[in-house]
């Protein structure tokens, strides 16, 4: 595709429900991390995936948050039994490599709120 | 930390001004990235600047480099309301296949 896209773009879910945060990233892009933005904060790290393995999972905050990646392309990122401090804008990127240093292109976006 | 750190937190000037946001980080690197966000959604890439340059420019976009003093800055100049965002530097940690971005800072320039 043209660029990195993410669904859905809003997401409102009741606490203790389990959502699930869609990515695609640019085709031909090996590399793909997923961020969390809360507000008016900086861009925390959650977890980075070469291919299909995820050699970098030490963002995750707990072990209600997973995420996996298939056929080297599409990622999910699954959040179980959300609480209200989960409420945050989820961003995902994609780079050619995953190599330090290498250009990300970024998604929209899915910004959560859980109620 | 190993991640950037962006100073100031926010800056406000007048249209046609220069904006210089600075960033400092604490081990050593390969690269450093600076990237734009509007209205709290996706980043936008701006410039990289390799480990071995010391000045960069693009556009009305200067970045520069002290591996010595491990820092860096970003300067825009003849700035436009449409450069209201906020700026995040990235430095690209030596063996480490991430970016850690900082807190960025909220530029806003005013008509």
């Known amino acids: 595709g043209a660029g990195v896209s993410q669904s859905p773009s809003n997401k409102v879910t009741e606490k203790g429900k389990d959502v699930e945060l869609r990515c695609d990233p640019i085709?031909?892009?090996?590399?793909l991390y997923w961020y969390r933005q809360s507000l008016g904060q900086g861009l925390e790290f959650l977890i980075y995936f070469q291919g299909n393995s995820a050699p970098d999972k030490s963002g995750l905050p707990s072990d209600r948050f997973s995420a996996e990646r298939t056929g080297g392309s599409v990622s999910t990122l699954t959040i179980q039994r959300t609480q209200q401090e989960d409420s945050a804008v989820y961003l995902c990127?994609?780079?050619?490599?995953?190599?330090?240093?290498?250009?990300?292109?970024f998604g929209p976006g899915t910004r959560l709120t859980v109620t | 930390s190993q991640q950037g750190e962006e100073d100031p937190q926010a800056l406000s000037i007048q249209e046609g001004e220069n904006a210089t946001m600075n960033c400092s980080y604490k081990?050593?690197?390969?690269?450093l990235q600076w990237y734009r966000q509007n209205s709290g959604r996706g980043l936008v890439h701006l410039i990289l600047?390799?480990?071995?340059?010391r000045e960069k420019h693009s556009g009305r976009l200067r970045v520069t480099l002290d591996t010595s003093k491990k820092s860096s800055s970003l300067l825009i100049t003849a700035s436009r309301a449409a450069d209201t965002a906020s700026y995040f530097c990235?430095?690209?940690?030596?063996?480490?296949?991430?970016?850690?971005f900082g807190q960025g800072t909220r530029l806003t320039i005013n008509p």
């Open positions: 081990t050593s690197i390969n690269n």
């Open positions: 990127a994609s780079s050619l490599g995953g190599l330090a240093g290498g250009e990300q292109y």
């Open positions: 085709s031909g892009h090996t590399a």
């Open positions: 600047i390799r480990s071995n340059e």
């Open positions: 990235a430095p690209g940690i030596q063996g480490a296949q991430k970016l850690v």
